[in-house]
């Protein structure tokens, strides 16, 4: 397969992790936009900002739900 016809890689041939939006990666966490925004504005999860839009992709959404995981004791 060409790397350069495959549209799941960058010209490097690293691939492009996917993105999610705001409202999308709220419903993959279970959480409302809002508190979204205010764990992203607290910089409690990781984002991509592309001028005005804001994305996330998938290690940022894993990141985040490890960090949530509490062991029993």
Known sequence: MNPTNNSDQSMDGRPIPQRWTEK???KILHMSVCT???KRKKGIIGYH???LKIYYDEEQLKAYHNST?????
């Open 36 to 38: 979204l925004r205010k």
């Open 24 to 26: 999308e990666a709220a």
């Open 69 to 73: 995981k509490v062991d029993p004791k």
């Open 49 to 51: 900002r592309e001028g």
